[in-house]
């Protein structure tokens, strides 16, 4: 059964491969791969816990668990690289629920509440990774966003709107990304907002069916 759910962690684990297979050009000693990995750590758990969610809610849990959930486990895991790729499956499985173009949309159009929230979250994710990565890559030399460290620190507070000022960039490039993660936050903070709004709602709702 397609959810939304499973299209996210989908595109997530397409994303993760991707975010993978660029450090093979980026020295292994260098700030924007420790970047990249504590991202990936962070992809990691969402994993993990979308492991342990699928093995919770399937009724033959063994089952599950012996024919492909093992290997969801094991890609999960953040220190286990060399099987980071197995969540490729993930993909195909997706892929395969999905099976066509019109089902998909047919899903979308059917769930439209939930595949907007889970659209912006995703998008919202991606921007985030990319923003400091860039940032990272562009002002590690000339600016003050030296560390992974530094790039995490920055994109908190930037897309918190925050803006502390004790980092931030120097070159063009870098306030243009720095720009697009600001207007990123406030996406994701309105939705968060639109989110628990529409959740209460729903609860006084059945309140009130129930009274």
């Not at 299209?7 to 924007?32: M, N, P």
């Not at 439209?112 to 562009?138: D, E, H, Q, R």
């Not at 995490?152 to 960039?169: F, M």
Request: glycine share 4%; with cysteine; aromatic share 16%.
């Amino acid at each position: 059964m397609l959810t939304v759910t499973k299209l996210i962690v989908a595109l997530l684990s397409i994303f993760s491969i991707i975010l993978l297979s660029f450090t093979f050009f980026i020295e292994k000693d260098s700030e924007l791969y420790r970047l990249i990995h504590y991202y990936d750590f962070g992809l990691c758990m969402i994993f993990l816990y979308d492991f342990f969610v699928q093995l919770y809610k399937r009724k033959k849990r063994w089952r599950y668990f012996y024919t492909y959930g093992w290997l969801d486990l094991l890609s999960s895991l953040p220190v286990i690289n060399q099987l980071r790729y197995i969540r490729v499956l993930r993909i195909f499985r997706v892929l395969r629920i999905i099976k066509s173009f019109n089902r998909l949309y047919k899903f979308i159009i059917t769930n439209k509440k939930a595949s907007l929230y889970g659209l912006i979250v995703f998008v919202s994710t991606i921007t985030l990774i990319l923003s400091s990565t860039l940032v990272l890559y562009l002002e590690e030399d000339v600016g003050n966003i030296q560390t992974a460290e530094d790039a995490l620190w920055w994109s908190y507070i930037t897309i918190t709107t925050v803006g502390y000022g004790d980092y931030y960039p120097v070159t063009n490039p870098g306030k243009l990304v720095t720009s697009i993660l600001i207007l990123n936050g406030i996406a994701i903070f309105g939705t968060i907002v639109s989110y628990i709004t529409d959740k209460v709602n729903t609860i006084k709702k059945r309140s009130s069916i129930g009274e």
